[in-house]
């Protein structure tokens, strides 16, 4: 009866929705309901932009991870790419209110853009995403270093996919370092991505040649990811049987064949609950 002065509300529920869905793994109803939320919000926007284009943005965003779990990237690259391009007008003006939103949608474009093989633009647009999180955790440490780390994180990744190695090495170094400051503090939140960024930090080590350091570093990324699948094996399982499939080519590579196998043999238990599931 009164769409003008419920449906913005609608679309922020809508929105919300989804997010739930997905973190439940409800991937294709995800979907529908974020595209439900950009439908309304689009038609708010075109009369309202000054007031809208905000949200429209950060749904899109959204939208574009719902595309890209299942697997639409062309699609996803176009949805991430509208919403950058909100988003850089609304920081013109508002630089303080909209940096945070907009370099996490770079971050993102910048995954799309790998995903597809761009990965000379995806390092600029992670090299963007990187400078504002960096200003940002200038001013607010305790805000945004987790989300400075993750692009950090990213930017190593492309750095290495353009063979820029030494270069790589130093980015993810740094990413680790501030994870674990974050891990120090809050484990149970932050022990994840710290994981994750250790385990490229061991390959970033290896690509170099420094085999023993990689070594170090992949048995504490497992020794991590160990836990975390120990307590929700549903999540962690399948990263925990990528880090020992890791751990064992780098005992291969040093010379320890029968630890090397008896990981691998473990990697390959773990690897099967997954496909199982």
Same mark, same amino acid.
Request: proline share 3%.
């Given at each position: ?25 409800? +991937? ?54 509208? /919403? ?6 609304? /920081? @013109? ?52 270093? +987790? ?5 950090? +994180? ?57 085999? %023993? ?9 497992? /020794? ?33 064949? %029968?630890?090397?196998?008896? @990981?691998?043999? %473990? ?11």
């Amino acid at each position: 009866d009164h769409p003008d002065v419920f449906n913005p509300d609608l679309a922020r529920s809508l929105h919300g929705l989804s997010l739930c869905l997905s973190n439940l793994s409800h +991937h294709e109803r995800a979907l529908e309901v974020i595209q439900e939320a950009v439908n309304l919000l689009r038609k708010l926007a075109a009369d309202r932009p000054h007031v809208f284009n905000s949200d429209l943005a950060k749904s899109l965003r959204d939208l574009s991870v719902c595309l890209s779990n299942l697997g639409h990237r062309e699609r996803a690259l176009e949805v991430i790419q509208e /919403a950058v391009n909100l988003q850089q007008k609304l /920081a @013109v003006d508002h630089p303080d209110v909209f940096n945070p939103d907009l370099a996490g949608s770079l971050h993102d474009l910048s995954c799309s853009l790998s995903d597809l093989g761009h990965h000379e633009r995806a390092l600029e647009v992670i090299q963007e995403a990187v400078n504002l999180r960096r200003k940002l955790a200038a001013d607010r440490l305790d805000v945004f270093n +987790h989300n400075l780390a993750g692009s950090l +994180h990213n930017l190593s990744y492309c750095l290495s996919d353009l063979g820029h190695r030494e270069c790589a090495l130093e980015v993810i170094q740094e990413a680790v370092n501030l994870q674990r400051k974050l891990a120090a503090d809050r484990s149970g939140v932050f022990n994840p991505d710290l994981a994750g960024s250790l385990h490229d930090l061991s390959l970033r080590l290896s690509d170099l040649g420094h085999r %023993e350091r990689a070594l170090e570093v992949i048995q504490e990324a497992v /020794a991590l990811r160990r836990k975390l699948a120990t307590d929700r094996p549903g999540i962690f399982n399948s990263v925990f049987a990528s880090s020992l499939d890791e751990l064992s080519r780098q005992l291969t590579n040093l010379g320890y064949s %029968e630890q090397a196998l008896e @990981v691998l043999h %473990e990697a390959a238990i773990i690897h099967g609950q997954c496909a199982a599931v």
